[in-house]
């Protein structure tokens, strides 16, 4: 994510996922990733995820970006 590959992140993260579907932080990650690349539903789809995971984070950025 740090060199601005988003596409490659997002291949990561989703990887992460498929390894390890607790980790909150991954979610997370990939949420800011899709909204970067204006993907606003899915990054939402992620931060709630990553809400119900425990990453209480995820929420604030839900009330922020993802608002009717």
């Given at each position: 994510?740090?060199?601005?590959?988003?596409?490659?992140?997002?291949?990561?993260?989703?990887?992460?996922?498929?390894?390890?579907?607790?980790?909150?932080?991954?979610?997370?990650?990939?949420?800011?990733?899709?909204?970067?690349?204006?993907?606003?539903?899915?990054?939402?789809?992620?931060?709630?995820?990553?809400?119900?995971?425990?990453?209480?984070?995820?929420?604030?950025l839900m009330k922020q970006y993802c608002g009717n």
């Amino acid at each position: 994510m740090r060199m601005a590959d988003y596409k490659g992140a997002i291949i990561d993260y989703s990887k992460a996922i498929e390894l390890d579907q607790s980790s909150g932080n991954s979610y997370f990650e990939r949420g800011l990733i899709k909204y970067d690349l204006n993907d606003k539903i899915g990054a939402c789809k992620d931060w709630s995820i990553s809400g119900e995971l425990g990453n209480m984070k995820a929420y604030d950025l839900m009330k922020q970006y993802c608002g009717n």
